[in-house]
């Protein structure tokens, strides 16, 4: 019923930079969260960033400073911008969206974009 695509992970240098997109699509009546995670081989799924429906953001601590997460409501949009990535930044991105629809709120994940961070 609610589909989230992203799409502009690829191999990027040490000192890059990426955008991330999330298309939220479908049976959509409202959205009051949107966040990117991360996992790499071997390790749990964590937070990179989110924002709610009032622009609050949160960001995990390691990337502060080099990640923005921007938001176009009008789209159902949300982006990940990636500067200065450093290895450690080597994961499948995942969007995750709280979405009202008519079966009530739910909580969706987009299908993954690798981001891999090497020279």
């Known amino acids: 019923q609610v589909q989230l695509v992203e799409s502009g992970g690829g191999l990027v240098q040490p000192g890059g930079s990426l955008r991330l997109s999330c298309a939220a699509s479908g049976s959509i009546g409202s959205i009051n969260y949107m966040g990117w995670y991360r996992q790499a081989p071997g390790k749990q799924r964590e937070l990179v960033a989110d924002i709610t429906n009032g622009d609050s953001t949160n960001y995990a601590d390691s990337v502060k400073g080099r990640f923005t997460i921007p938001r176009d409501n009008a789209k159902n949009t949300v982006y990940l911008q990636m500067n200065n990535l450093k290895p450690e930044d080597t994961a499948v991105y995942y969007c995750?969206?709280?979405?009202?629809?008519?079966?009530?709120?739910?909580?969706?994940w987009g299908q993954g974009t690798q981001v891999t961070v090497s020279s």
């Open positions: 995750n969206a709280h979405v009202f629809t008519t079966l009530g709120w739910g909580t969706y």
